[in-house]
């Protein structure tokens, strides 16, 4: 069967003046997602969004919304994201103690669970709840920023997680985060990712937004 790709842009690079405009643009580009990264200061040093940007997001755009919580006990908050409007729901393996209670709140919600692991975690962490999730989104910069470089370390580890899932939730996919170019993603599709997050390399794209989704769609093998 031919694999599927998702393109997920990530809006933490756009012109928030314009931010319905991006969108549609993005979404006419061909971007099967859009990822919102929702940061509280706290278990990331940046201060970003909340559920009332991805209640906005849902006003301008039926695509999915994919929204990364980076924030401490998410537990609370996942309620308030999914009652705005968010498909996909991701925690951290590093700041979620109860990863059964939370991923499961997830689904229970409505909504599908994801489970993000940062470029100094072991993949062997996921191992136990590997069967509650439907993402799991592999950190390629340490969470924070948009316009990082991209760690190569990680590749191992897709590899890794691949094999993993393949036993434990066939199809589960597995998506990726940080310094995602045209240079950076062969390398990490070939390792067995099939959604591909960016921020600056879709919304800092020299030529415009369409260019910069063409780009990495270009990666995509044939
Ligand atoms: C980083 C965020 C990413 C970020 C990616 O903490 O989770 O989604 O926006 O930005 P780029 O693609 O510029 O590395
Ligand atoms: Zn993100």
């Not at 006003?59 to 919580?69: A, Q, W």
């Not at 948009?146 to 990680?154: A, K, L």
């Amino acid at each position: 069967m031919k694999t599927q790709y998702i393109i997920s842009p990530s809006i933490l690079s756009a012109d928030f003046s314009r931010l319905g405009e991006q969108i549609r643009e993005a979404e006419a580009a061909g971007a099967g997602w859009i990822h919102v990264d929702v940061m509280d200061g706290h278990f990331v040093p940046n201060i970003t969004m909340g559920p009332f940007i991805v209640e906005t997001c849902r006003r301008i755009t039926n695509l999915p919304l994919d929204v990364h919580l980076m924030i401490e006990s998410p537990e609370n908050m996942v309620e308030a994201f999914a009652k705005a409007g968010a498909d996909v729901l991701y925690v951290h393996v590093e700041n979620s103690p109860n990863l059964h209670n939370v991923l499961t709140k997830i689904r229970s919600l409505g909504c599908s669970p994801g489970l993000v692991i940062n470029p100094g975690t072991s993949a062997l962490l996921l191992e136990p709840v590997l069967h509650l999730v439907d993402v799991v989104l592999v950190m390629s910069v340490n969470p924070g920023f948009s316009g990082q470089s991209f760690i190569p370390e990680v590749t191992p580890k897709i590899a890794q997680i691949r094999k993993m899932l393949n036993i434990a939730n066939p199809k589960a996919v597995i998506a990726i985060d940080g310094g995602i170019t045209a240079e950076t993603l062969p390398g990490v599709l070939q390792a067995g990712v099939q959604v591909v997050i960016a921020a600056s390399s879709i919304f800092k794209h020299p030529q415009g937004i369409e260019a910069g989704i063409n780009a990495l769609r270009s990666c995509f093998p044939d």
